[in-house]
């Protein structure tokens, strides 16, 4: 069975700083690009960060540019976010995504990030 499990959420002051973790098992997804999504209350479900499989190319949505840093351990199947200087609106629950083809798309089940002001 195909699985991603993300950790690291929780609860953290303005400015503070997360660690998200997402361990994947049942395959390799080292020729997956991965990425992160959050979705806030009321809202859709948006972009966040993207590493490519090919050199590790990172793209980032603008509103966490210079705050978030995605990366990947291709040895331990991971991708991890790094994020600092958090703002209240970066609330939300954040879910790991591996992608090959549209087709070859896996989710896992999403970790709360709550920043109070």
């Known amino acids: 069975q195909v699985r991603l499990v993300e950790s690291g959420g929780g609860l953290v002051q303005a400015g503070g700083s997360l660690r998200l973790s997402c361990t994947g098992s049942?395959?390799?997804?080292?020729?997956?690009?991965m990425a992160w999504f959050r979705q806030a209350p009321g809202k859709e479900r948006e972009f966040v960060a993207r590493?490519?499989?090919?050199?590790?190319?990172?793209t980032y949505v603008d509103s966490v540019k210079g705050r978030f840093t995605i990366s990947r351990d291709n040895a331990k199947n991971a991708v991890y976010l790094q994020m600092d200087s958090l703002k209240p609106e970066d609330t939300a629950v954040y879910y790991c995504?591996?992608?090959?083809?549209?087709?070859?798309?896996?989710w896992g089940q999403g970790t709360q990030v709550t920043v109070s002001s």
């Open positions: 049942g395959r390799s997804f080292n020729d997956y690009d």
């Open positions: 995504n591996a992608e090959r083809t549209p087709q070859q798309s896996f």
């Open positions: 590493i490519s499989w090919v050199r590790s190319f990172t």
